[in-house]
């Protein structure tokens, strides 16, 4: 499982969300993408970062203790909405679990949670960086979850899952009791549901 962290830098409460899926005999990976915790690279906010989970997630492929056939992609916030965006590019993953990701960047930077490192009057900036705008990409079964008390993230969630059933895939909004963080366990445990279907 690449269980891609909340928020913009790696905390160790990063790694102990993921443990669940440690418990359930999976091997995890928590990657530090570009630009964070000191690492070398340029914040591009849901960009250029794609590109730093497959190349974590190819490097865990070769590693002789993982299976690369199945390989799952799970985050919480920021690394739900990685979760997506990876899972419209990349074929590496059995099944995808964002976990309170953004799907409209345009309502992420206006809620002022990060300024954004690009020319805010350019639609296709924000476009670029939308799962909504790419709802029939998934190229795996998705559960995109998000709690009660989210709804910042319902409508645009809900929607996104239609546009993707609309195309015929697999995708579904999963609504779980909570708020932003105390969904997160109904989600992960969810999720390993999902996994272990998708085995």
Same mark, same amino acid.
């Given at each position: 499982?690449? =269980?891609?962290?909340?928020?913009? &830098? @790696? #905390?160790?409460?990063?790694?102990?969300? &993921?443990?669940?899926?440690?418990?359930? #005999?999976?091997?995890?990976?928590?990657?530090?993408?570009? &630009?964070?915790?000191?690492?070398?690279?340029? @914040?591009?906010? @849901?960009?250029?970062? $794609?590109?730093? $989970?497959?190349? &974590?997630?190819?490097?865990?492929?070769?590693?002789?203790?993982?299976?690369? !056939?199945?390989?799952?992609?799970?985050?919480?916030? $920021?690394? #739900?909405?990685? +979760?997506?965006?990876?899972?419209?590019?990349?074929?590496?993953?059995?099944?995808?679990?964002?976990? /309170?990701?953004?799907? !409209? *960047?345009?309502? @992420?930077? %206006?809620?002022? +949670?990060?300024?954004?490192?690009? !020319?805010?009057?350019?639609?296709?900036?924000?476009?670029?960086?939308?799962?909504?705008? =790419?709802?029939? /990409?998934?190229?795996?079964?998705?559960?995109?979850?998000?709690?009660?008390?989210?709804?910042?993230?319902?409508?645009?969630?809900?929607? +996104?899952?239609?546009?993707? *059933? %609309?195309?015929?895939?697999?995708? *579904?909004?999963?609504? $779980?009791?909570?708020?932003? =963080?105390?969904?997160?366990?109904?989600?992960?445990? *969810?999720?390993?549901?999902?996994?272990?279907?998708?085995?």
């Amino acid at each position: 499982v690449m =269980f891609l962290h909340g928020g913009f &830098a @790696f #905390g160790p409460s990063d790694y102990t969300m &993921a443990t669940p899926h440690l418990a359930a #005999g999976y091997a995890i990976c928590t990657p530090i993408l570009r &630009a964070e915790n000191g690492q070398a690279g340029h @914040f591009s906010l @849901f960009y250029n970062e $794609v590109d730093d $989970v497959i190349a &974590a997630t190819e490097f865990m492929k070769a590693q002789t203790y993982i299976d690369p !056939d199945h390989i799952y992609l799970a985050g919480h916030s $920021v690394g #739900g909405t990685m +979760t997506m965006l990876t899972g419209m590019a990349s074929t590496n993953y059995r099944a995808l679990a964002p976990i /309170s990701g953004s799907p !409209d *960047q345009i309502l @992420f930077t %206006a809620g002022g +949670t990060r300024e954004a490192p690009f !020319d805010s009057r350019d639609a296709a900036e924000f476009e670029m960086r939308s799962p909504l705008s =790419f709802a029939a /990409s998934f190229k795996a079964p998705a559960r995109l979850f998000y709690g009660t008390e989210e709804a910042f993230f319902r409508t645009t969630t809900q929607r +996104t899952a239609q546009l993707a *059933q %609309a195309a015929g895939l697999d995708v *579904q909004a999963v609504e $779980v009791p909570g708020n932003h =963080f105390s969904a997160v366990s109904g989600a992960i445990a *969810q999720s390993i549901e999902l996994f272990r279907a998708n085995a």
